[in-house]
Structure formats: C-alpha cells, structure tokens
C-alpha cells in the first residue's frame, strides 16, 4: 500500500473478509484534508508526521478544533497499520498451542470506525468528540487509536517511533493482558518464569542451564514453599544463591561467585521469557523491502493461515529461541574480544577500561561519538570512533551469531527433514547464507540503520535492546 494512503486508510474489523478478519476503508474527509496540507508528494514523511500531530496535539497552537480534528483522524488511519500487525505478533508468539487467533484480538484494540472527530482537552487528559456543529463534548467511550495519539510524547527527544509506540501501547494494553490472562499467557518476573518451568520448556535448554534451573527449583521452592509461596516471588538472595552455587558444584558446574549465578539465572529466564511474551516472533504479515508495505508471509499455507505444521512450528520457536541466546552470547563475546584487541594496543590501551562507558552512552543516551570522546578523555572524534567501534563490534556480533546458530539450526533442520542432506553440492553455503538473510531481517539490518543515523537517533532495535540488557547486567 503506498505510504500515504495510510493516513486516509482505516484499518477496521471485517465480518466480509473472514479470512484475514479486517479489511482497509477510505476516510475522505482524511483523504481531502491530507492532499490539501501536503499537496508536493515529495514531502518527507518524518515532516507530514510532525505537522499533523503539532496540530493535532498542541492545543496552544491557534487553530480550529475541526482542523486539529482533521489531524488527528489522518493519525488514527496511520497507527491502525501497528495496531494490526501487534495483534498479529501476539497471535504468532503462541503458536498453535493455544485457543484463540489474531481475529480474537481486534475487537478490543480496532475499535474506531472513523466517522466521528476527536480532539483533546485544554490539559491533554481527555480525549473530546465534536458534535455535528464542531464543539467539544465529553466522551465515556474511549477509542483505542485516541488514546495512543494522546499518550505520545512527540516533542522529546528521547521517545520512540509512533509506529513503535502505538504497537508498545496494544501490546501493553490492559484489556488484552487481561483477555490473555484468561489463557494462561501473563507477564512474569524472571523468578516467576524459573520457578514456574515445565518439562517441555526443560527440554529445549543446554544440559547446563537444566541443571542451573534444577538446583534452582531445589532451594527457591523449598523456600517458597516452607513461606507459603503466596505472593510475588521475590528475588533469590545470597544464601539461596550460595546454596545454588554448591549444588551446581556436585555436578561438576562451576560458577564462580552468587553474584554469577544470579546472572546465569536471569539469562535462562530470558530463554524461558520467549514461551511467554510476543517480542521475538515472526508476525504473519511482513515488509516488503523494495515497496515498505506489509504483506502476507509468502511462506505460510493459504489454507491455512492462522496455523503452521506442528513441526514447522516448533522448529520456528526453536529457531527464535536459540537466536536470542546466540545474540546474547554474541554480545558478550564480542564486547569480551574488543576489550582485549584494545587492552594490547599501545595506542588505545589507556582508554580500554572506557569502552564498556562509551558504548552506554551511545546506546542508551542517544550520545554520538564527537560528544562522548571528551567525556573519556579523547582528543578527537577519530579517536572516539576508534576506540569504540560501533560498527565493527556490530560485524562481529553478527559473525558470533551466525557462528553460533549454525550447528543448532543445522541439526535440528535436519531431525524433522526441513533441510536437504548436507552432502548435496554447496549445501552448507546456502545454509550460512540462509541464517545470515535471516538473522539480517530479524536484527542486523534495523540495528546497522540505527548507526548511520543522524542526531537524535533513537537506539530501539532488538540488538540495542539486548546491549542495554548486557549494561544492566554487568552494571
């Protein structure tokens, strides 16, 4: 669909189109009054952004409530598009193994069919429907897309996308937290997810990290258990975490301090988090590269969409499972080596114990390398960018990853007859060339737009989500 259209295009719920369960309807107001503010095509979308939620936002700009109205419809035509593809992503992340789809979804976030006006109030607290002679008149029905307009903060510098933002808020969105409760999908602490593991989610860990989980559950149960286990599960304290330490000893498991364990601990749990949370799934509709629209997945069956063979479909979770955990290892190791390339340079050996700093500053303060080098004690901006590297530390964790999946994928492929027999010609090359087509679409490739950014650039990527991970860890 071409980009602005999407500002006078509702996504709405369809009982005509049962298959995909939503259809995209023509707004003419929204069509007319976008086409009369932007009528040069080559406005950059960033600047249609701006301009329609300055008006739409800013009650201190002088103009009609009809006009803001106006704005903000066009708006709301635009974050139906997230708002969608959320629902489809949680739809996804559960595979087959539950009792409801995507379509189950709508109802509670496509809520907006476009035909009436809405502005805020003087505080930007409530949202305002204008009657048919344009004045403001309360609501007690709240539309979804409003409210995600009227919580954006599009004036700081630190805030994400509104594409990003409106797919957070329906994620987030309590009505469908409390809908996915109802299955048994809720949010927990990593201490919850430990204690909470089943066999099945067992199964798909390293012998070591099963045998981490299972001296967990020997001491933290016990605990729970002999405390009633009855509330929050709280975080393990050090006598748990000694006690864990010893246990792991008797089965020739080494870590090092109870600070270690609880590290080793929190990223089991993040392995266990993907049975439980959306963040790593394929959605069932995609960006095309070459026109940026979504489209449906060429891969999935058409008579059959909403499900995937069941092998397909585990060896997809295991797929999004060991890809996390390679990133992460990934990261660790490559930050480990950069660390020890500097430490053995005569030039850059002083500043080694500031990369770790450095690269915080870049990644979550949005920092660019000519203003953290001072910071560090570099001279210049070519000092900083050879200190700190973003690029080349992203070419190698992306190495480490392919690396590491490579064998995991390779075997499991092969155990369900996904793959061809590795004897054929050329087969293993096709195979890394697969996982790299993969791992770039799923992380790479939005993580090395991010460093070629200007100023002001927002770090919102799932290899800068896992680098902010690493720093709260190692902090």
Request: with cysteine; proline share 4%; aromatic share 10%.
């Amino acid at each position: 669909m071409e980009t602005s259209s999407r500002y006078w295009k509702i996504c709405q719920i369809s009982l005509t189109h049962e298959r995909a369960g939503y259809e995209y309807r023509s707004l003419p107001l929204a069509q007319e009054f976008f086409q009369t503010q932007f009528s040069d095509s080559s406005t950059a979308q960033n600047s249609i952004q701006t301009t329609l939620l300055s008006q739409f936002q800013a009650p201190e700009v002088a103009i009609a409530p009809t006009q803001s109205a106006q704005a903000g419809l066009c708006l709301r035509c635009n974050v139906s598009y997230p708002i969608l593809k959320a629902c489809q992503k949680i739809d996804n992340s559960y595979g087959g193994d539950k009792q409801f789809t995507y379509h189950d979804l709508l109802p509670f976030v496509l809520n907006d069919d476009g035909k009436e006006l809405f502005i805020f109030s003087s505080d930007g607290k409530t949202q305002l429907k204008l009657d048919s002679s344009g004045n403001p008149q309360p609501t007690t029905f709240k539309t979804f897309t409003v409210e995600v307009l009227r919580t954006f903060k599009s004036d700081s510098p630190s805030s994400m996308s509104l594409d990003n933002w409106a797919f957070l808020q329906t994620k987030q969105y309590p009505e469908l937290k409390k809908f996915l409760s109802e299955f048994g999908f809720q949010h927990h602490s990593d201490w919850s997810l430990l204690n909470r593991a089943r066999p099945k989610q067992l199964e798909q860990l390293s012998e070591r990290d099963r045998l981490l989980v299972e001296a967990f559950h020997a001491v933290y149960r016990r605990d729970r258990r002999q405390q009633s286990g009855v509330g929050k599960c709280p975080d393990p304290n050090t006598a748990q975490l000694s006690e864990i330490r010893l246990q792991l000893e008797k089965q020739c498991i080494v870590i090092s301090t109870p600070i270690a364990v609880l590290k080793a601990l929190k990223q089991v749990a993040q392995q266990l988090r993907q049975h439980d949370i959306w963040s790593y799934r394929t959605p069932l509709e995609v960006q095309n590269v070459e026109s940026g629209n979504y489209e449906l997945r060429y891969d999935l069956p058409a008579h059959a969409l909403d499900e995937l063979d069941g092998e397909q479909q585990e060896f997809l979770e295991f797929l999004q499972q060991r890809l996390q955990l390679a990133l992460a290892q990934a990261i660790e190791q490559g930050i480990a080596a950069h660390l020890m390339q500097l430490e053995k340079s005569r030039k850059y050996a002083q500043f080694a114990s500031s990369f770790v700093s450095g690269l915080q500053r870049y990644y979550c303060e949005g920092m660019s390398l000519r203003e953290i080098g001072p910071q560090l004690g570099m001279s210049s901006w070519d000092q900083a960018r050879r200190v700190l590297n973003p690029g080349e530390l992203l070419s190698q964790v992306r190495a480490l990853t392919v690396q590491q999946l490579f064998d995991q994928i390779l075997k499991k492929a092969q155990s369900y007859g996904l793959v061809s027999d590795a004897s054929e010609p050329g087969y293993l090359k096709t195979l890394a060339e697969q996982i790299e087509a993969f791992i770039d679409a799923e992380i790479f490739a939005e993580a090395a737009t991010e460093i070629k950014a200007g100023k002001n650039r927002l770090m919102n990527s799932v290899y800068a989500q896992q680098l902010k991970l690493y720093f709260k860890q190692n902090a």
